[in-house]
């Protein structure tokens, strides 16, 4: 009876997991639709304001007000739209999304934890909290609500910061429609979405601290790296990349960048005592994070019987030969989706939700080659643990694997293309 009630269960929740892609996909896609013509509406009017500012004042003094009115009225309603849609998301999850296992059994706990002094924090009790302590300053505010809005803001958040993640590192292409449903609609977005874990954090520090590497602006890149080391283990290839970009950058630039991480780090050690790197440490080690749903190379090295010194050795190597391809490579995205994808695919503790870092290094392929977007199907691996349980999320690896050959590919085929264009 056990057995077919767990088979009917997932029988059910599967088709309630396929008609939510469905709505998912129909409503992004209406509502990108409408985005794209009020954006190129919007675009129209900005050139249209320009190039009626560098004329003459006299009658044209009266269209270029007429511009400046339909322009703030352009921003005000595009404004209204995205508030609106927001308010409108998070008031539906919370009213009839479940809680998810990571809110209720750590972070709503563990900020609450701390508020009332029973706790000092990575001490007993812990919670399973292994973030940087400045990641509760997005949990803190949920407080106020009850659970089920609470873990909302994180799901609006995790939304957001795919939002952000992909348009950063849009250039002169238009990212087509149906991309950029894909990035959102797969089951390693819905996972993070179950979770309710801070995901959103560092997928918006990825596309901030992209644009303020691009644009030379320190403090944007400082606060997206910020946000990073809110959950630094899966972005740290991308750091060392962006760090190594602004090497030639000035010292006071340097300096606001590392500003509010070492702000951060002044202002913890006040509140929670300057021990907390080495209660960290031991609270780990204690208590390591649960290892059961790992999609990590190292569990698949494991699962096929492999010792575990070998998945040092073919890690350490791998993780070398992607430095020194970056090392050499021109700042782009096509670096970018090289970083990501390899740190996705190394990096020693990985779960199906932090997939979804990986979707502007998705985004970034299929735009330059339309085919890689087939490789969507891979993030519907999860699906395997309905037949064979847990121990089958290591098939999860594909996913990283297949986009990390794909950037390298992508990026060899990159370079040649530019020595072309220079020996021109």
Wanted: aromatic residues 14%; proline residues 5%.
């Amino acid at each position: 009876n056990l057995a077919d009630g767990l088979d009917q269960l997932c029988r059910n929740g599967f088709f309630a997991i396929g008609i939510a892609n469905f709505s998912i996909l129909r409503i992004a896609g209406c509502s990108w639709r409408f985005l794209h013509n009020r954006v190129k509406f919007l675009t129209n009017d900005i050139g249209r304001f320009f190039w009626i500012g560098s004329c003459e004042i006299g009658d044209e003094g009266q269209d270029r007000d007429l511009m400046l009115k339909r322009l703030n009225q352009s921003k005000f309603f595009s404004g209204l739209i995205v508030g609106v849609s927001i308010i409108a998301i998070w008031a539906v999850m919370g009213k009839w999304w479940p809680v998810g296992s990571d809110y209720h059994y750590t972070f709503r706990p563990t900020a609450e934890a701390i508020l009332s002094g029973e706790t000092k924090l990575y001490s007993e009790p812990g919670f399973g909290y292994y973030n940087a302590p400045w990641a509760l300053l997005a949990v803190f505010p949920t407080l106020i609500m009850p659970p089920g809005y609470g873990q909302a803001v994180l799901t609006v958040l995790v939304m957001i910061g795919l939002v952000v993640a992909i348009m950063a590192i849009k250039e002169k292409d238009d990212i087509p429609p149906i991309l950029l449903i894909l990035a959102f609609a797969n089951l390693h977005t819905f996972d993070a979405i179950v979770r309710g874990n801070l995901d959103g954090l560092p997928l918006i520090g990825l596309g901030l601290s992209w644009l303020g590497a691009r644009h030379r602006r320190p403090l944007l890149l400082g606060g997206g790296l910020w946000l990073i080391a809110c959950k630094p283990t899966n972005l740290i290839l991308v750091v060392l990349f962006l760090l190594w970009y602004i090497r030639g950058w000035r010292l006071h630039e340097k300096i606001q960048v590392l500003s509010p991480i070492l702000i951060s780090i002044l202002v913890t050690n006040y509140l929670i005592g300057w021990d907390w790197p080495i209660r960290y440490m031991t609270y780990i080690r204690q208590h390591p994070p649960f290892e059961g749903l790992q999609t990590s190379l190292w569990k698949t090295f494991d699962v096929i019987g492999l010792p575990l010194w070998s998945s040092y050795v073919v890690s350490g190597i791998g993780i070398s030969i992607v430095v020194w391809w970056l090392l050499k490579a021109k700042f782009g995205r096509e670096a970018l989706a090289l970083a990501l994808s390899a740190n996705l695919a190394f990096s020693p503790y990985v779960l199906g939700s932090h997939y979804t870092l990986l979707a502007p290094a998705f985004v970034i392929l299929a735009l330059r080659t339309p085919a890689i977007a087939w490789v969507w199907i891979l993030t519907l691996t999860p699906i395997t643990r309905v037949w064979f349980g847990h121990d089958a999320s290591w098939i999860d690896i594909a996913y990283p694997l297949t986009l990390l050959v794909f950037a390298y590919m992508n990026l060899r085929k990159y370079e040649t293309q530019e020595k072309e264009v220079i020996s021109k």
